[in-house]
């Protein structure tokens, strides 16, 4: 199988982790490529200039321009599909605009899966700073129409930044917030709200009796499953931008 | 590749076709094989027992027992997940119950991929007699949480049942519903109503500026999804039935 | 009065308990019959094959064929309606679509009846098994335009196979859940969400501040408006199945 | 059956028209009993002080104390029920809240009966002056939840003050709007939009495909329904007024 | 400044308090004069005849025609707008049928504010009499559209009539109240249900970390600003009555 | 009056065009003088590195970092408000996190506008490139809680580059499009969907039967009554971001 993969015979997908490069790449690498197809090709990328993590829409702002540079060098290198890898999915409708390859995003897959799978969901998202992230996330369902699904938006005591250095910690709590999720608020299906928390999803979906999604991984499948089908997203409503002056304009 | 699989390195999905059986298996399985991943084993069935096509409520109830059954074998004989193909996603919330593998429906996976690919989708039905499809199909856009997505659902006015034998016909029908769906509707998707649409699916997707979703290939994409992420269908909600006397079960 | 429904003056509506003949039928009657017009004339019906209880959507499919069956058959014998008489309203636009005298559902009609006399309804279910009957209730509501007047979906730990024997518990089980309902959850009105409570019904209505809806009743009485009013479902949704061959099809 | 209605078997109904007295009192006592039941006795009351039709809101408000006037005094004079008979259900909740007994109103009863009925259904309104009556007829479907089941709100170019004189161009002209409304709209049910069309009811129930409503009948079935079932408005919502100085305080 | 009033260089509003005269009007004049444009000159005014205080639809239906009789006048008086003071905005749809000058209503203009500042916000209404009053809140949310920005609506256990005399007590009362909805119902905006609140609202302000918005003072400013747009209400939609015999007919 | 403005007794808002600066400021400066409040001061700002025009989302992430240094400046500046001048309402959220003074976006303030004052409201858009526009337009509809009151989006054939050129034909095309907005789709306000329109503006509020919202002083009386009122944007929801590396950071 192996063989396969260098012979280009599978697909080949570009991973955008829209953070200052050097934290996630590797761990992200090495798990999705655990659930790729065999002869799928990753290529992990985070940012040169961006915020060191995304937690609101500032954050979300300062990696737009990073993320439309990868996403456009992208479709030029040959990549079948792009992930834009962060539950907030920052930039996916512009980043849509300028290519023709399919560019996914975790939350809205997260979403789209876990409608296929139960009646209502819960998010888990992380540590948050004022109710600001509670917004984001209710803006995206609103956007994707997944608001009448959303069961509710919980979060643990644990920051973004120390996910990899507190496992055990963050385990515990997404364990705790889920089993509530499915007691209180009536979930019958678990969403990670951050694609940081790769880094625990087995241990959940082995813990828990509601199927558990980990956003990377939902947002690689669905983009294998759009190039399998031959399909993107639509040309007619991502058209692309117009040409004219652009101060800031992509190379 | 074919070497692949034969020695059962793939995945095993069981498609059911709920009609009588004879005039859509072998089309079906030749269409599917092209977009599976290439160790993907399929196995087409259709009903020793049912209606002849799908036209109304009255014919779902006649093909559910059917159905049933087959789910039911599909897990006792080691598949990895069931698609149920037809339009109308007969019987799919009780077969979900009766199993632990993903039991995935057309129509549910038609809407999900479209709602990922672009604002408002057109749905195009057979020829209708009544209205009473009409209330089918958006019945199950609201059942599934799409209705806010649903731009408009269409027909043409050529027959389930004359489908493989006025292809030309059902081609130009086709193309000029989905042309005023994009025109006066709005649509940036297409999803073909019936998966017996599948006859002409590539001819439409290549003669339109819109995606064109072909239902039992999106079916076929989603099962795949499930099992690759060693999901399934929420077992909280999907819970097994109670034992007791029924004097219609199921072997 | 007596002399009037002998003679044949008043509506005859046939009642099906979509379930093993044998436990509902008298129970049912007498109960129907005290909340009739004077003249109705009331023919309950259980079934010959079919589940002993209906709790889960796998039960509606098997109780599918003998109700249909039952159905046309009251069309023919020349009832003026049918109540499908239980509270997952099992294959009930199926049954629309094989006759023109109306058929009528007791979760929707209890729910139409609800929204007519307060704000938002809460109904209580008997013991559930999983999540899945709350799935069947919801989708109820939201396919029938409710579900934003559905303050909540409640439920006693009484199974409906005990409901006779434990009258006392499930009359105690239920007004503990209805106080709830009004204290907690908002609901102004209360609907029984298994016809078979119509045994403990009177009870609950003379305990509570809040309208009490008992399925049954609420389904007989719309069944004589109808039939009162001429009018019946929209034969142009409800059309008749196109014929063809169904090697199920009913006698 | 006569004397039957004569021995006070039967429900006593007051049918308000909230309109200044003399013009409909007799054509709508005589329509309404024809579909009553057997022992039902109805009295239709006009108003002494009021507008001599319903259009706007400021002729709601202007009729809203003769008719509160009239519900207090229903319930002191025995009624089992009342109906507030116009399609704008003018001073609906007022009127709950001053008595125990049902009071029904029409549209309201209109719109639940079409949803029962089938998928959409469109309101046919007499000449309308400005675009004023659309939203008082659209804020009644939202406001009893209705909104989503409404396909069209369409008018005649006849005004209500002229429907008795003018009945042969009442009835094409409803009839015209109808056949639009099924064709154009997709409505499967159609909801005649004035108690005043009582008039042409009948011919039009029997020119068209659809189930026909009639708003006066409609509300006088729920209100013997509900008597029927013992049951009526939720006080815990309709709580009586809090007593307090009010200077037009009603008789 | 003071002389700019004077010299009528700005807008003149009139609000209507529609309640019996004497107890609202200084202190209601005071407060809204310190946020209106220095120019602006406002004039306040009770009724003669109508309810101590609006707590239900019958108090409403009361106070209409006072309330209509005065909003005529205003326009006849050289007013450049009104206000109808009261957090049920009783007639305020009849009262912009009658004239050209913007008519506004402080729980709609609240609710409005409220959605332009946060995601979802909470009323809190002064002591309650059954849930009637909480019907009344709710349809005025789902009737301009806010219903899914309705967070919660509370009460605090003080009457209206009480406010005067009881100012500790009721700002006690809120900020609990208003707590709760900021932690239990995650609000992030709260609304003061009732124009008598503006003797506390100060206090409120200071005292939560959320924006607290007072009724009247969001309806004035609101009324100023489609004053200095030069912009009212869509005669369109809110077109004059037709004019015809009406006994009750405003001066 | 003149006076008033330069001692510095009003408010201080800073209006920021989100394109290359040069075009827009003096006409919009003058417009919106024309309409502010008299000691009002406004300051227009248009950005040294940024798009032409926003048409897309890709403009709009190359605008971000432009207006969130502008917002950020101006409330270090002293500046009561800010208003973001484009009619896609860029950067609104992040925006709204990194300061506590109001800022205010036109789209939002014009559809809050609109819901005041009608039933259901049109969009009329420059010239279009593919449907992309029409997605921004719905996503903020949708985002904001409005989606319910949109009757339609519609565009002229005009670019927004050409406005101050071909003001006559952007003129009968608007009045074009605003008719059929009124006849066909039923609409009672129009909104003019883009700030570069503020130049016709007032030839179409005297043209049209309906009102017409500029979308510029929309905002900008938004921003002043948000400052009278001493509110701004919940700091709850719009928290201030955490502090950490970001490489873009502003200044």
């Known amino acids: 199988l192996k063989n396969l993969r260098k012979q280009n015979l599978g697909l080949r997908i570009k991973v955008i982790v ?74 996916i409708h512009a980043a849509r605009e300028l290519v023709r390859i399919p560019v996914v995003a975790p939350a809205w897959s997260s ?25 984001i996330v209710e803006r995206l369902a609103k956007n994707y129409g997944f608001d009448n699904k959303l069961a509710s938006v919980r979060y643990v005591n644990v920051e973004v930044l120390d996910f990899l250095k507190s496992r055990n910690l963050l385990e515990k709590a997404l364990l705790n917030e889920a089993k509530k999720a499915i007691e209180e608020d009536g979930a019958d299906v678990i969403i990670l709200g951050c694609t940081g928390m790769i880094v625990v999803a087995r241990f959940l979906s082995q813990a828990l009796p509601a199927p558990v999604i980990e956003p990377s991984s939902a947002a690689l499948k669905v983009a294998e499953m759009l190039v399998d089908l031959k399909m993107s997203h639509s040309k007619l409503s991502y058209s692309l931008p117009p040409s004219k002056l652009r101060e800031y304009s992509l190379e």
């Not at 200052?20 to 090709?41: M, R």
């Not at 961006?50 to 990073?66: M, R, T, W």
């Open 18 to 91: 829209p953070v200052l490069k050097g934290i996630w790449e590797d761990i992200t690498e090495k798990e999705l490529c655990s659930i790729a197809q065999p002869t799928t090709e990753i290529e992990v990328r985070g940012l040169e200039y961006g915020p060191k993590s995304v937690e609101c829409e500032y954050d979300e702002c300062l990696a737009a321009i990073g993320i439309l540079n990868e996403v456009k060098k992208a479709e030029r290198q040959g990549f079948d599909a792009v992930v834009i890898n962060c539950f907030a999915d920052p930039a």
């Open 111 to 135: 979403m789209f899966l876990a409608s296929l799978l139960g009646r209502v969901f819960t998010i888990i998202l992380p540590k948050i700073f004022g109710l600001g992230a509670l917004g």
